[in-house]
């Protein structure tokens, strides 16, 4: 099975990719599925026409050479017998130039049709995105066509047409041809009819076109010039791309020059002949060597170099913690998929060219070994954070003057690389034998990392690996109970914006006090969150002081603080999820190994919402998609990063790399990346958000009301830190979300008090969406509690270790928007009642005070012994802002020198209020 799997991904899979690829981006531009696959099958079978081309040349070849020998042949047979017939059969071969095994050059073809058949199937039969798609008298591209049925036998008419235009093409092809080679055509056309019947009428269609293009080639090779009447309908058809391109008003400028582009490439070969025509036919000169080592170049950038730089930046995010996996095994199927798309792919293309394409092929594999290192090295290098699900946290976006700066640069690039072949091909060889060993350097060191890093977690992982034991959140009926949900990246300003479109929320979240005037002391969980659990002692001032000992140390004391209190207070305490815990991506519990009657539990992978909601769309294995995700986007992410600017935008797509998912409305069809269209429609689940939502609506089933202590329960709460678009107004996930004309009567709720909350970007409207989600959870959590009796007696403090800069309110300093600092702080209290708002300053470190207060005297850091107050906040604030957000090397006694700004007075909301401060 390994062995299958390596050759399928080495031959099948680049070809399987091309056409997924081809079809979206097609299906994007046209918005037609039919249409989309007769450009699919245009655009393939011009691709391959070179391979078949050359495959017929051989053919003839073989065909000619036989006939030259088949009257010898024929007497020499007739003549001899046994051994000595034998040896002179190889005799006259060998006088002939001719060996046996030359007779497979008349399979050439077949064998050329066999990949290319598995990967249209493959992809074409099992492309859910086609099911109830319509297509003139097709009624399901999804389905067999079956036009009708003679005794409950469909009839399946496009197969059956299908293999008609087959044998008309062979007849034509095969005209004066042997009688095995007309066997060998009319007996495909018979396997293809078998093999096609009953597939869906999305592949057969394609296949028919296939053939339909195969016996038009056929009578264009009858021709008297027929290399001439090809270039000449190829240049009407670019022209015609050129002409739809500019008229086209649905299309932006980009997929203008993009179309136009394409359409100039269609007219190439036509103007390419008219030049050749005045040149002088010299000698071309070809260096396969070169042309090998420059394939060999390219698949260790895309296959090795960009995906194991990726990996070893945080191998942990590509973990799966509950079926654990070796990360170095993405770079592994890289790599293959790389050298099958170069090297072995590039190779076939090159054996079949004509000496003069071989020599443009050594001169094209240069100039775009060349353009690739400038692309990656240079352009689109700062497009953000990207999630282990190879997103980023923006989706690239380039200006026009960007658009030309590259392009400017790859065309001064690319004549410089030119010149250098033109003046001495010899050097192209060593230069790229020298880049060779310069990538695998590279990537070898960033793979040591990665196993590295693996097998330290590996150590951990099998020390202390997440206990099946599902996450228990003890309440107490007549106990007091404290629970303090982190609720990550939840955004404080947004609150009164969800309050005012979901008002039934204020009875769910009755007693609750929410403090809009709150600041976090950084704008992520590395920096933000010690303060949150530790208090004003673990803000990143005070955490630089104590410049002796390790960051590690340091917020691993943060995060013991209030258990270990409460513990030590006579508390039942349960933590869930600590942040960063060990100093690690994933959470290391066994910080709590010294203090028995922690509970600790993990809830990542825990939880599913996709196999436990008996109302979700689909039932798929998440963790296989994932993979199986990964495993493909990680070379589209290589090309992306190799190609031009004005590339890059097309081959993200969202950040789903055109995976050709989801084009039917059919909630069966669907990806686990999301890609958003609009800041109104998306297509694809965000496969995070759904596992920490599964979080939220569990949290009844996972809460013990059997507790006979007092309880203490710290937990942190994913689901705002995974925005995604969902499904308005119940703001659900949805493998297709429409909220176009929900929105259109949503706006003016965006507004209150005269302070309007930006919804324009996609960012905006997906962090919204998020956190309004996580509120009715958390409400319906909240109706649970009140029925049980526990809800009274339980004190819950919601409170983010940060916020996020999404420029919803315009409050910036020195160019840096500041929402980041502004976190969630609200806390309901034993028996409060209503939900009010107050103005009093606060910060997310007064957390412990507010955990403590009245149930704790005179509470005090159990680590440093120092009392837990919130005199800290009297004055000026100091915050840091840093984009290392992950536990890092870097991290070792203080956070690297990052831009610090100060906050002086009320009112997060006022500009000038904050201050920067210079970095250290």
């Keep these: 099975m390994l062995v299958i799997s390596v050759l399928y991904t080495l031959i099948i899979t680049p070809l399987e990719l091309l056409f997924e690829v081809i079809f979206s981006i097609a299906n994007r531009l046209i918005g037609n599925a039919g249409l989309s696959i007769i450009f699919l099958s245009l655009a393939v079978n011009f691709l391959v026409l070179p391979l078949y081309k050359r495959a017929d040349e051989l053919q003839a070849e073989e065909r000619d050479i036989q006939t030259k020998m088949a009257s010898r042949l024929k007497h020499i047979k007739s003549t001899f017998k046994g051994d000595e017939r034998f040896f002179m059969v190889q005799e006259y071969y060998r006088i002939n130039h001719y060996k046996p095994v030359y007779a497979l050059k008349s399979s050439v073809s077949v064998l050329l ?80 009819l078998i093999l096609l019947y009953r597939s869906p009428s999305g592949l057969v269609f394609y296949w028919l076109l296939n053939n339909v293009f195969s016996l038009v080639k056929n009578v264009f090779y009858k021709l008297k010039d027929p290399k001439k009447a090809l270039n000449i309908v190829l240049a009407v058809a670019g022209l015609a791309v050129i002409i739809s391109s500019l008229i086209r008003t649905d299309l932006d400028a980009r997929q203008k020059v993009l179309l136009s582009a394409g359409g100039l490439l269609l007219a190439l070969p036509l103007a390419a002949g008219f030049i050749r025509k005045k040149e002088d036919q010299k000698a071309v000169q070809k260096n396969t060597g070169a042309f090998v080592a420059g394939t060999i170049l390219m698949a260790l950038i895309t296959g090795l170099l960009i995906p194991s730089t990726i990996i070893d930046a945080s191998a942990l995010e590509f973990v799966d913690n509950v079926q654990l996996s070796n990360p170095i095994l993405y770079v592994v199927n890289s790599m293959l998929l790389s050298v099958g798309s170069w090297v072995l792919w590039g190779g076939v293309f090159y054996f079949f060219m004509s000496e003069r394409s071989k020599a443009l092929f050594c001169k094209a594999i240069w100039i775009i070994c060349g353009i690739s290192v400038v692309n990656y090295m240079f352009f689109g290098t700062k497009l953000g954070t990207m999630s282990s699900t190879l997103q980023y946290d923006r989706s690239p976006s380039f200006s026009v003057k960007e658009y030309l700066i590259n392009i400017l640069v790859l065309l001064l690039a690319g004549a410089v690389l030119y010149f250098l072949h033109s003046k001495s091909s010899k050097i192209t060889g060593p230069v790229i034998c020298v880049g060779i060993l310069a990538v695998m350097g590279v ?243 965000s496969i995070y958000f759904l596992n920490d939502y599964a979080v939220l609506k569990n949290l009844a089933n996972l809460t013990d009301l059997n507790s006979n202590e007092n309880t203490f329960t710290m937990m942190t709460l994913d689901s705002t830190h995974s925005p995604c678009l969902l ?19 949503m706006f003016p709720k965006y507004t209150i008090n005269g302070r309007t909350m930006g919804m324009n970007t996609v960012d905006q409207v997906t962090h919204y969406h998020v956190n309004i989600a996580t509120y009715i959870q958390l409400g319906e959590w909240f109706d649970y509690l009140r029925k049980e009796g526990v809800y009274d007696n339980t004190r819950i403090i919601l409170v983010s270790d940060h916020g996020k800069d999404l420029n919803q309110f315009g409050i910036e300093s020195n160019g840096q928007n500041l929402e980041c600092f502004m976190p969630l702080l609200m806390v309901k209290d034993f028996n409060s009642k209503g939900f009010t708002v107050k103005e009093d300053f606060m910060t997310n470190a007064d957390t412990p005070v507010l955990a403590t207060a009245g149930l704790i005297s005179n509470a005090v850091n159990p680590f440093t012994g120092k009392p837990l107050t919130s005199e800290a906040k009297n004055g000026t604030q100091t915050v840091l802002y840093t984009e290392e957000w992950n536990p890092s090397e870097k991290h070792i006694y203080n956070f690297p020198p990052s831009p610090h700004f100060s906050f002086n007075g009320k009112d997060p909301f006022s500009a000038d209020k904050w201050k920067y401060l210079g970095e250290w």
């Excluded at 010690?530 to 590690?552: D, H, I, Q, V």
């Design 443 to 685: 990537g070898l060191i960033n793979s040591l990392g990665i196993l590295g890093t693996y097998s330290g977690y590996w150590s951990f992982w099998s020390n202390s690996k997440p206990s099946a034991e599902m996450p228990s959140i003890p309440l107490s009926k007549n106990g007091k109970n404290v629970v303090v949900l982190m609720v990550d990246r939840a955004l404080g300003p947004q609150v009164p914006y969800i309050f005012n479109e979901k008002p039934e929320l204020k009875e769910k979240f009755d007693g609750f006090t929410y403090y809009p005037n709150t600041i976090s002391y950084g704008p992520c969980t590395i920096v933000g969150a010690p303060s949150l659990f530790g208090g004003y002692e673990y803000t990143p001032e005070k955490l630089a002081e104590r410049n002796t000992e390790t960051m590690a140390k340091k917020h691993d004391e943060s995060l013991k603080v209030m258990p270990v209190l409460f513990r030590n207070n006579g508390y039942s305490v349960t933590v869930c999820d600590p942040p960063f815990a060990g100093y690690k991506s994933y959470p290391d519990t066994t910080i709590y190994s010294d203090y028995p009657g922690i509970n600790c539990y993990t809830t990542t992978g825990a939880l599913n919402y996709l196999d436990w909601d008996n109302n979700s769309e689909t039932t798929a294995n998440p963790i296989g998609r994932i993979i199986e995700m990964r495993n493909r986007n990680f070379f589209m992410l290589s090309l992306m990063k190799i190609s031009p600017v004005i590339l890059q935008e097309t081959i993200y797509d969202g950040g789903i790399y055109n995976e050709a998912v989801s084009m039917s409305g059919d909630s069966t069809a669907f990806s686990i990346n999301q890609s958003n269209v609009t800041v109104s429609k998306s297509t694809g689940y």
């Design 113 to 192: 049709q066999i990949p290319f058949f598995i990967a249209a199937y493959n992809l074409l039969s099992s492309m859910q995105g086609l099911q109830g798609m319509r297509f003139g008298f097709i009624a399901d591209l999804g389905k067999e066509d079956a036009m009708f049925s003679i005794g409950g036998f469909p009839i399946n008419v496009l197969p059956i047409l299908m293999t008609l235009i087959n044998i008309v093409s062979g007849i034509i092809y095969a005209k004066g041809h042997p009688v095995k080679e007309k066997a060998q055509v009319y007996g495909l056309a018979a396997v293809f």
């Design 727 to 745: 499904q308005a107004p119940d703001y659900v996930p949805s493998a297709n979300v429409d909220n176009t004309s929900f929105n259109e009567t």
